[in-house]
T-cell receptor, first 107, second 120 residues
Framework: DIQMTQSPSSLSASVGDRVTITCRASQSISRYLNWYQQKPGKAPKLLIH???SLQSGVPSRFSGSGSGTDFTLTISNLQPEDFATYYC?????????FGQGTKLEIK | QLQLQESGSGLVKPSQILSLTCAVSGGSISSDGFSWSWIRQPPGKGLEWIGH???????FYNPSLESRVTMSVDRSKNQFSLGLTSMTAADTAVYYCVRMEIYSGYFDYWGQGTLITVSS
């Protein structure tokens, strides 16, 4: 199985900040990397697919980049509603696996 | 707007079988380009892909659960189902039914999730 490792595991930031979350795959996954946001008690929400494609309806302050083994999710101008847990997920081969999550908290 | 809704027993005894159904509304389960997945999340932990099924019946399971999992689709009712045998406390989790785009493998529509507790 391909292992997905996110860093950091948790992060404190303020409204208006720019933050970056990293996801590393244990082997090359080309650009088959997707990002999700999850708020407490809610289902995950797709933000970015295929490394850098913004899902319809997702604000443009979210952006993704990377290929191969290293990927980043960047959130510019943090808004109060962005404080949540973020997960990466590869779709290169089966089984699809997720990163362990990055919890973004208000400083 | 596509909607998915899980249903099934919330409490399962150890060694028994979990049965869940996901009703799809606002779209057809037979739509090309999509498959229908189950993903679970133990309380306070991360996400685990269980498997997915196409409307044609083709199925892919996570090898870690393959010996215990069964998935099926009912096109006439626009729903799909999950069965998981030999349940243990380690299977306690929120179970989500999810639509997956098959070409890029991303999960774009999620049910609200249902908490399944394994306890005697």
């Amino acid at each position: 199985d391909i292992q997905m490792t996110q860093s950091p595991s948790s992060l404190s930031a303020s409204v208006g900040d720019r933050v970056t979350i990293t996801c590393r795959a244990s082997q090359s996954i080309s650009r088959y990397l997707n990002w999700y946001q999850q708020k407490p008690g809610k289902a995950p929400k797709l933000l970015i697919h295929v490394a850098a494609s913004l899902q319809s309806g997702v604000p443009s302050r979210f952006s993704g980049s990377g290929s191969g083994t290293d990927f980043t999710l960047t959130i510019s101008n943090l808004q109060p509603e962005d404080f949540a847990t973020y997960y990466c997920q590869h779709s290169y081969n089966y089984p699809y696996t997720f990163g362990q999550g990055t919890k973004l908290e208000i400083k | 707007q596509l909607q998915l809704q899980e249903s099934g027993s919330g409490l399962v005894k150890p060694s028994q079988i979990l049965s869940l159904t996901c009703a799809v509304s606002g779209g057809s389960i037979s739509s090309d380009g999509f498959s229908w997945s189950w993903i679970r999340q133990p309380p306070g932990k991360g996400l685990e892909w269980i498997g997915h099924i196409y409307h044609s019946g083709s199925i892919f399971y996570n090898p870690s659960l393959e010996s215990r999992v069964t998935m099926s689709v009912d096109r006439s009712k626009n729903q799909f189902s999950l069965g998981l045998t030999s349940m243990t406390a380690a299977d306690t989790a929120v179970y989500y039914c999810v639509r997956m785009e098959i070409y890029s493998g991303y999960f774009d529509y999620w049910g609200q999730g249902t908490l399944i507790t394994v306890s005697s």
